[in-house]
């Protein structure tokens, strides 16, 4: 090894504890990235091998009801290469211990196997055999929430008849990915699972002998799916069809692909700030560093070496710290995506998760992190390797200082003080740098809680000021408001409201969407539209409003018209004005007064979702009295709710807030640390000559640490406006359909993100500071300069 | 050693040297006649500011002149580039500090490898540490190791290229007689044995006495330029 290289590596030992910090910057940058890309590429890549191992269908319809000859027409369809109709229904289980319905959805299997569209993966147990009529398969999480395995005893209500069951396996589906309750669209294993029967026995008890309700099919590749749909929905149209969706609108699927997308997007936004601002770091302290090599820099040059040499030399130091930095990352990314698909494992059931590191982007990152690194040191390193070799041979100028008319304001502060203030007075841009970094570290930390507040304050406003029920009730279908007051003479209720829920289908010129509307009665006080302010909304007195993504996603605004596809009953097709598009928080909706909805479809005003205000003490009793009630096919409770989608949506969100909090600790650390260290080495002979003209301990470390003290107060206020901003950038990564964020924070949040930038600075301050109090005074005076 | 009639390794004529030193303008060269023989030992003496340490660092190509001509076994360095006076001091100029200059980072053998590893032509390192009398220190680093013994170390650095010129710059300015009379006797003996060009900068005026020529500077300008009746080995030396 040359002799310069020994030089690397020795300089690269001693400065050990400043590159390390400054590795860890270019660390976190680099972990993000690979967790969000390898989070994203494992789950995408989980999918597909599932997908691909089970037939996983093109597209999907459910009906009303058809004999299994329309199946052949199906069949017969261009671009269609398998068609297989299914019975699927939703039927309570009788769980005991449970004072809310459990419903499962019921999947008919058909024989024989392999020509299965959706096929189950058998995790436990075995598949019911062909014929059996007491057989069933439960979707894995559901049993496993219920301890439920291969022989245990379940009952079911089909039809109005008790029907006595035998787990006799547990299985996975691609079609169940993310086994969602129909009404939340969130996994919901205490109340919502899937059973698979036989094809026959389940028609049996279903009603359905020589009949079908549900259709799957598979499309020839390059099959045109709109063209397949539309002749889908024409043949199935007099059986009830509810209007068949492809793969991209199929529940789960869509839930899997936003969560891909999300951490796509994610990969995209965070990480790049996060180089941004470990190169940004990097130029500034390695350019001190090279920059206390002055005097070595000038005796090489003297003895011969070249600008480019020298160059190499240094530039190597900054790759030696970035490369190092990199390999941290890709450590600490791996483990990061760990982290997310177990958060992930929790609520989308692949029969086997798969790890994939994106090895290209992952090297794309790491060598765009390694050339930040590099280049951000580039003008340093040009700056010092451009010393005249006469500097060796003479000492340093010293600084020159000029007076100021601040001087004269100074001049009643000890000397101490005025040492400080002229320094930083001195190098403006140096402190601004510095600042600049502390405030991207505060700006870090309060974008984590600003994700936090801002999905606790959606989720207050969702279920305290808009959704104010105690329980919502769902019934078999639409009712006279009279079943409404017949409900709010259950002992407990305060008050019953009803709301009419239809589905349907929007269409405007090419563009369609399945949603519901819900019909609002006038004067509602448990549910209440708010606007983007968290205002109630008043809905106009006729016409429809929409969510403002889905009016969008169809292309409408205020006063336009769109088509309504009513998808039940009579199944009616009209034109309705758009009456306003509203900022509701989730999902996709749209609203109408409910009398106008009820005119236009030509009923009386009735209702088939039920809210009650409860007192707390009823709760258990009002829903076990509800659960009996034939009507009713579901009940829910917002507080349940609540804490579903804070566990699901929150979940991304804790990874990041936890990743954000080490980032920002590393960069307070790394810029306070660092300063403070290249302080103590150039000022180590004035710090000497003080200590020996008398100055105590602690003045000379108000001299070494004022600075850093002044940039850290400075960096933290325009820090909090930064991180407000940082945390609005990572919410929009967040689908606005499924969720639009207002962006929030709280009080604690600032003073929590100032507090760790502080708390990190100050540990930082005080390590420096006992390096100081080790000065050895006469070695450092010794020591030319 | 008659060096007088020898021809002149390098020659600055009319030299000027003007440059800042913080907010200061200082005229450190004033017009300097100056050669250095094939062989020769010249000492450079003169007071605080007189010029002497411009003077070598223009003839070791670590400064260049504002005014007037310098040639290097004929050739003209007045105006060089960059890269043509990097050449020079990699190739020809060996250096010593009045500091010493060594790479803390370094060990005392790794300190002399550091140019051995950039010379055309260099004796081992091991080699070189031994002419100065250290090689039981080869593995000790610059603060394990005396001011003498570091200024010794210096001077293994800069012979260990075999160049053609050594300059040195106050090289006993940090050090006791003593130490000081042991560091010129390695300065002497690389001087007799392998024939190196040597200027030598002091304030010290009885260190002349080991010269071949002495040359006085006063105020950027050469006052006196004379060879020694008599060149003294340096334990004869005191001060």
């Known amino acids: ?785 | 050693m008659n060096a007088s009639a020898e021809a002149p390794v390098i020659r600055g004529s009319a030299l000027v040297k003007t440059y800042r030193m913080g907010e200061v303008e200082v005229q450190a060269l004033r017009g300097v006649d100056f050669e250095l023989r094939r062989g020769e030992m010249v000492v450079l003496l003169g007071p605080s500011g007189s010029g002497k340490s411009t003077l070598l660092n223009i003839l070791g190509g670590l400064d260049v002149p504002s005014q007037g001509g310098l040639h290097y076994a004929g050739i003209d360095f007045s105006h060089p580039t960059e890269e043509a006076l990097t050449e020079y001091r990699r190739r020809h100029i060996g250096f010593i500090f009045q500091f010493y200059n060594l790479i803390p980072s370094l060990t005392a053998l790794e300190n002399v490898a550091l140019v051995a590893d950039i010379a055309s032509n260099p004796m081992s390192p091991d080699d070189a540490l031994g002419l100065v009398g250290l090689a039981a220190r080869r593995d000790h680093f610059p603060s394990q190791l005396s001011g003498g013994e570091q200024q010794r170390v210096a001077i293994a650095r800069a012979v260990v290229k075999q160049p053609e010129i050594l300059l040195c710059d106050e090289p006993t300015g940090a050090l006791d007689a003593q130490t000081g009379r042991l560091v010129l006797e390695v300065l002497d003996r690389v001087n007799r044995e392998l024939e190196t060009s040597v200027a030598l900068v002091t304030h010290n005026a009885p260190i002349a006495q080991m010269a071949d020529r002495v040359v006085t500077l006063a105020d950027g300008r050469i006052a006196t330029d004379a060879p020694n009746p008599r060149r003294r080995p340096p334990s004869e030396v005191s001060w």
């Not at chain 1, 130091?317 to 600490?332: H, N, Q, T, Y």
């Not at chain 1, 406003?461 to 919502?472: C, K, M, N, P, Y």
């Not at chain 1, 019934?475 to 009279?482: E, F, K, Q």
């Not at chain 1, 709760?619 to 009630?629: I, K, P, S, Y």
């Open chain 1, 1 to 785: 090894m040359s002799a310069l290289r020994r030089k690397l590596a020795r300089d690269l030992w001693r400065l050990r504890y400043q590159a390390f910090t400054i590795a860890l910057l270019v660390g976190c940058g680099i972990a993000s990235f690979v967790a969000a890309v390898s989070a994203s590429a494992s789950v995408q890549a989980s999918r597909d091998a599932f997908y691909a191992g089970s037939r996983f269908a093109d597209v999907f319809v459910h009906l009303k009801r058809a004999p299994r000859p329309v199946l052949d027409r199906l069949r017969d369809l261009p671009g269609v290469t398998a068609v297989e109709g299914r019975t699927v229904g939703d039927f309570r289980l009788l769980m005991e211990g449970s004072a809310e319905p459990v419903v499962a959805r019921f999947v008919s299997v058909g024989w024989p196997a392999e020509s299965r569209l959706n096929q189950t993966q058998i995790t436990a147990g075995r598949q019911v055999e062909p014929g059996s009529a007491d057989e069933v398969v439960l979707s894995q999480t559901f049993a496993e929430t219920w301890g439920l395995g291969p022989g245990s005893p379940v009952t079911a209500v089909v039809e109005g008849r008790l029907a006595k069951l035998r787990v006799v396996g547990l299985a996975t589906s691609p079609e169940f990915v993310w086994a969602s309750e129909p009404r939340t669209g969130l996994p919901d294993p205490w109340h919502f699972g899937v059973a698979w029967m036989d094809g026959d026995a389940l028609a049996d008890a279903a009603g359905l002998k020589g009949a079908f309700n549900d259709v799957v099919l598979q499309l020839a590749a390059g099959a045109d799916e709109r063209e397949v749909i539309d002749e889908v929905d024409r043949l199935l149209e007099p059986y009830g069809g509810l209007g068949a969706v492809g793969r991209a609108d199929q529940p789960s699927h869509k839930l899997v692909g936003q969560k891909i997308a999300q951490l796509a997007r994610l990969s995209r936004t965070l990480p790049v700030i996060f180089l941004g601002v470990a190169s940004f770091l990097l130029h500034v302290l390695l350019s001190r560093i090279v920059g206390t090599q002055r005097e070595q820099i000038a005796t090489l040059k003297a003895l011969g070496y070249r600008t480019r040499e020298l160059s190499a030399h240094y530039l190597e130091l900054a790759f030696a710290v970035s490369a190092l930095g990199v390999v941290l990352g890709w450590g600490l990314g791996g483990l990061g995506a760990k982290a997310i698909l177990a958060v992930y494992a929790r609520y989308f059931r692949f029969p086997a998760y798969l790890f994939r590191l994106d090895a290209w982007a992952i090297a794309g990152a790491s060598g765009a992190a390694v050339a930040a690194g590099v280049a951000g040191t580039w003008s340093a390193v040009r700056r010092a390797v451009s010393v005249p070799p006469a500097d060796a041979m003479r000492p340093e100028a010293p600084p020159s200082y000029h007076p100021t008319r601040l001087d004269r304001a100074y001049a009643f502060l000890p000397p101490v003080v005025r040492m400080v203030l002229r320094d930083v007075q001195r190098r403006p841009f140096r402190l601004l740098l510095s600042a600049a970094s502390i405030a991207l570290a505060t700006a870090i930390v309060l974008a984590g809680s600003v994700l936090n507040d801002s999905m606790d304050e959606v989720l207050r406003l969702q279920f305290e000021v808009a959704h104010r029920e105690d329980v919502t009730v769902t019934l078999d279908g639409a009712r006279d408001a009279r079943a409404v007051l017949e409900a709010a003479h259950l002992p407990g209720v305060r008050r019953a409201e009803g709301e009419r829920m239809v589905p349907v289908r929007l269409r405007a010129g090419h563009r369609s969407r399945t949603t519901a509307i819900l019909g609002i009665p006038r004067g509602m006080d448990l549910h209440r539209l708010l606007d983007a302010r968290a205002r109630p909304l008043a809905l106009p007195p006729s016409g429809l409003s929409l969510s403002r993504p889905l009016g969008e996603s169809l292309g409408l605004r205020e006063g336009d018209r769109v088509e309504v596809e009513v998808l039940e009953g009579e199944r009616q097709k009209m034109v309705v004005p758009v009456a306003a598009l509203v900022d509701d928080l989730l999902g996709l909706s749209g609203y109408m007064d409910a009398s106008d909805l009820a005119q236009l479809l030509g009923e009386k005003l009735s209702a088939n979702v039920v809210l009650l205000g409860v007192e707390r003490r009823d709760l258990d009793e009002v829903t076990g009295r509800l659960a009996a009630l034939p009507a009713v096919s579901s009940i829910s409770r917002p507080d349940v709710d609540r804490s579903l989608v804070r566990a699901q949506v929150g979940d991304v969100f804790l990874v990041l807030e936890m990743a954000l909090a080490v980032f920002a600790a590393a960069i307070a650390v790394g810029v306070v640390y660092n300063n403070a260290r290249i302080a103590l080495e150039v000022r180590s002979r004035d710090l000497a000559t003080m200590r020996i003209l008398g100055f105590t301990r602690g003045e000379l470390a108000a001299v070494l640490l004022g600075e850093q003290a002044i940039q850290v107060v400075l960096g933290i206020v325009p820090g909090l406006y930064l991180g407000r901003f940082i945390g609005g950038l990572t919410l929009s990564t967040i689908d606005r359909e499924l969720l639009r964020i207002p962006v929030s924070s709280s009080p604690a949040g600032y003073l929590g993100a100032a507090c760790v930038v502080l708390l990190a600075a100050l540990a930082c301050a005080l390590v420096v500071r006992r390096q100081s109090d080790r000065l050895d005074l006469v070695a450092v005076l010794k020591a030319r300069d």
